[in-house]
């Protein structure tokens, strides 16, 4: 029997993206017991607070049983192969969902498990909280063809994923990014082969965030980059997001952010806890966002 995996945004059509927002916000009796009597694999190299429990929730809604697996209690690479901990637990589970360092981790991982591979971070791509980014914004603003989301800061795994949804529900992509941390001209085309309605990119983050429905930024430095935090704070200086910022953007635009968050930094606390915020029910929908993959993942539909 053939599977579905979900390494990258674009594993889903747009199409099948719509799907997957549309069972992310339907009753959870809607979708049956997909997982009824299995479990899902939850391999965690780094640690989270909104992964594991979104994961976790979105998989007992679901009937199955997840089992939290850290990272040192596997050994990938070190204490067994990538290959023999997928072959293994495969034979246990019905999903194996994994948060990496690596993301080529998770393409062996796809090579050989017999059950589908989810992507619950990498290095490269964080495309559960993307749908959770447009799951938010689609509750806000209805249909996104045409509005308009900007990405301030680092074109890191957050940003890349957050573009390629946007993208395939033909949004408007701006971004305003340092030298050396933005995206490549490759990327750029690529969105717009998404079928982004336009994509746009700054050194000032003025331009970027003028006009714009959707304002989301990310910490400078994430997880495994600690060694070049003050390197990366002198970069990044004039990159926060104020109210002076919010400002130039839509009159009705909102914040976000995947947190966690350094006030201060990246965002003021006037604005992440200000009125335009919604960083706590995007925080929320990672919950729902899941719940809507892993069920299309198990064939659910409506």
């Not at 549309?22 to 939850?42: T, W």
């Not at 050994?75 to 019905?94: C, F, K, L, P, Q």
């Not at 003025?206 to 997880?223: F, L």
């Amino acid at each position: 029997m053939t599977h579905r995996n979900f390494l990258h945004t674009y594993d889903l059509t747009a199409h099948e993206l719509r799907n997957v927002l549309a069972l992310s916000q339907a009753p959870i009796a809607a979708l049956g017991r997909p997982l009824d009597g299995k479990g899902a694999a939850l391999i965690f190299e780094k640690p989270s607070n909104r992964t594991r429990h979104s994961m976790e929730m979105a998989v007992v809604q679901l009937g199955g049983h997840p089992v939290y697996t850290r990272g040192e209690e596997v050994g990938i690479d070190v204490r067994e192969s990538v290959e023999d901990i997928t072959n293994v637990m495969s034979g246990y589970h019905a999903l194996l969902c994994a948060r990496v360092f690596d993301h080529s981790v998770l393409h062996r991982m796809a090579a050989v498990s017999s059950v589908p591979v989810v992507n619950m971070l990498s290095d490269f791509a964080h495309p559960l909280q993307a749908v959770a980014d447009v799951l938010t914004m689609q509750q806000v603003f209805g249909d996104l063809a045409g509005k308009t989301v900007t990405f301030v800061g680092d074109f890191n795994n957050v940003a890349r994923s957050l573009c390629e949804a946007s993208a395939m529900l033909g949004m408007h992509i701006r971004l305003g990014c340092p030298e050396g941390y933005d995206a490549q001209d490759t990327e750029l085309l690529g969105l717009t082969e998404l079928g982004a309605a336009s994509v746009e990119q700054y050194r000032d983050i003025a331009i970027a965030v003028s006009g714009a429905h959707a304002v989301h930024t990310d910490t400078w430095t994430s997880m495994g980059q600690e060694s070049e935090s003050e390197e990366r704070e002198a970069v990044f200086a004039g990159f926060e997001v104020t109210n002076e910022i919010m400002s130039l953007a839509d009159s009705q635009a909102v914040f976000m952010h995947c947190l966690p968050a350094h006030r201060g930094q990246e965002v003021s606390p006037s604005v992440i806890d200000g009125p335009q915020s919604k960083v706590y029910q995007q925080a929320h929908n990672r919950m729902h966002a899941a719940r809507g993959v892993l069920a299309f993942l198990m064939g659910a539909n409506i």
